[in-house]
């Protein structure tokens, strides 16, 4: 899958490699890891990079309050990656393991069962959207000239729902399937015909917010377009073979998959709303510190995110080198590649933490219009804590990977609402209404991913996750018992 030869990609391996030598890993355990770690990451900085930069033409080419509408629609949009997350998350579990297994027969009925999954849970949120999307913003803001510009982009933008949960189930199965390069290619390719979409509607035909809106939803339809032809196929011109061909004619209805996609996927999806919900209270205890700390607080976001994206790699990874080494009834292996995984996950977001800790000031000036305005002291110091956290969520991350992958994914839901809601945001609170003052701040970041992560891999360490994986096994790995 490593067909080009990719800074990036060396960067890590290098990072396992030395992890090898030092006997903290095993070195093709670390080389397995790496080539389905990268691609993820690239695809997720594109995905960032994509929102970024149509943000900045919305602003450039409406103004301010344009971008504020489309702010205020982003958690909304946000659904529809914890909808499609749940069920890929259901998915990559079942597809893995039955790779593993090599029982074909069943992971297509995964793929079809998580693709019906996915429209049915997704048409309702499209019509709420596209019928109330000035009442949905207005819960959010008084601004009028917000509350347009928001409705305008909401109600286009949830067109695009069903297809951006439909992308990531198809690019769960091609993980799962040991191919991570081929999802690369699909998904940020989409993210850069975005970017030129957007270009030529929001300025080329004066779209606005609406053209920001349509161009998300075309590239999604776009990329749902490529991963039906080649999942139908087993190949897509000017990619290549896919690793798994599915029949679209198949049965798409089936009790016991569509039961074992709900219950591994309903906490995964949980999971990611968390995120989602927790972006309401947050900004609202922000505004009691002033205008400067929220601005602050958005930088440091935006600089964590990039440190967090080598974990949507290992990840993803675990998830799929755990699942297919439980399909084959290989538990030795399966916890070896989750032991190992988080190793290496902890060093490569301690080497970032470490160098974005060193550049910090100079790295938060980018962020800001003028160096000398009040949140760049405040955004240094957020970024400080961001770097401990980080490491943290490291471990969090990559421990939920296992559980991902044997369908214990109730856990790593609950450790994720406890450090936000119970710990995080109450921090935060106590931060903007007492003495504590920034460090409430500090250490609600921290909260953040220290909770998560020592849940995480306590529940990995109970070997739980394996009795689990059990009943979520291919017939044909239970015949082999």
Known sequence: MSRVPNPLRLLILAVGLGLARAGL????????TTVLAWPRIVTGIARMSKSAVDVAMVGVAVGTSAVAGVGFAGPFWGLAFAIGGGVAGGT?????QRYGAEAYDELGLAVRSSTLLVVVISTPVVAVFWLFPAELISLLSSNERAIDYGAQYLRVVSLGIPFAGLNLVGSR?????DD???????????AVANIGLNAVLIFGLGQGVVGAALGTVLSNVAVTAAFAVGLCLGRFPGIGAFPVRVDPTGPYVDTETVRDLVTIGLPVGGRNLVWVVAEFPMLG????????????????????????????GFGLASSSLVGQALGQNDERTAEAYGRDIIRFAVATYLISAVLVAVFAEQIVVLFADDPTSGEIPIAIDLVYAACVAVIFQGVAGAAAGPL????????????????????SIPLAYLGATTALGYWGLYLAFVAETT?????????????????????????????DD
């Open 25 to 32: 890993i095993d070195r093709e355990r670390a080389v397995q």
């Open 92 to 96: 990559i579990a079942l597809v893995s």
């Open 173 to 177: 199965v091609l993980v799962g399937a």
């Open 180 to 190: 991570s390069y081929t999802a690369m290619q699909v998904r940020a390719g989409g």
């Open 285 to 312: 205890i922000l505004d009691l510190f002033g205008e400067n700390t929220v601005a602050a607080f958005v930088i440091a976001r935006r600089i964590w995110g990039l440190m967090n994206t080598p974990g949507w």
């Open 404 to 423: 991902d992958a044997s369908g214990d994914t109730r856990v790593p839901f609950a450790s994720q609402f406890l450090g936000m809601f119970c710990c």
């Open 451 to 479: 909770v998560p992560a020592a849940i995480n891999y306590w529940r990995f360490r109970t070997d739980k996750w394996k009795t689990i994986s059990e009943s979520y096994r291919p017939d044909a790995a239970v015949a």
